[in-house]
């Protein structure tokens, strides 16, 4: 079983920045992919960025040259530098990772709100 904890979500002005952590139980080289999905109210979750185990990054078009994900081994954490925020990035944002088992898991969310 693995566990996922995000922080750092909040509330940011458009063209600000935030980084947003996920703090997981397992070493996170033992993974086969970590991502990242949103959820816009009444809009349906969608992927914002995955990496897998060979260093593979995938990002959505929407947020291609604005994000990055990245991951600390020592601290078994995933990251996701949101910069250049935009209001169509509001929404709350999931940890999700596919074990080496590929079993997937979630995080319970951090919400981020992009206005002025």
């Known amino acids: 079983q693995v566990q996922l904890v995000e922080s750092g979500g909040g509330l940011v002005q458009p063209g600000g920045s935030l980084r947003l952590s996920c703090a997981v139980s397992v070493s996170i080289l033992s993974l086969n992919v970590m991502g990242w999905y949103r959820q816009a109210p009444g809009k349906q979750r969608e992927l914002v960025a995955t990496?897998?185990?060979?260093?593979?990054?995938n990002y959505r078009d929407s947020v291609k040259g604005r994000f990055t994900i990245s991951g600390d081994n020592a601290k078994n954490t995933v990251y996701l530098q949101m910069n250049s925020l935009k209001p169509e990035d509001t929404a709350v944002y999931y940890c999700?990772?596919?074990?080496?088992?590929?079993?997937?898991?979630w995080g319970q969310g951090t919400p981020v709100t992009v206005s002025s």
């Open positions: 999700n990772v596919l074990d080496s088992r590929y079993s997937q898991y």
């Open positions: 990496t897998t185990r060979g260093g593979v990054t």
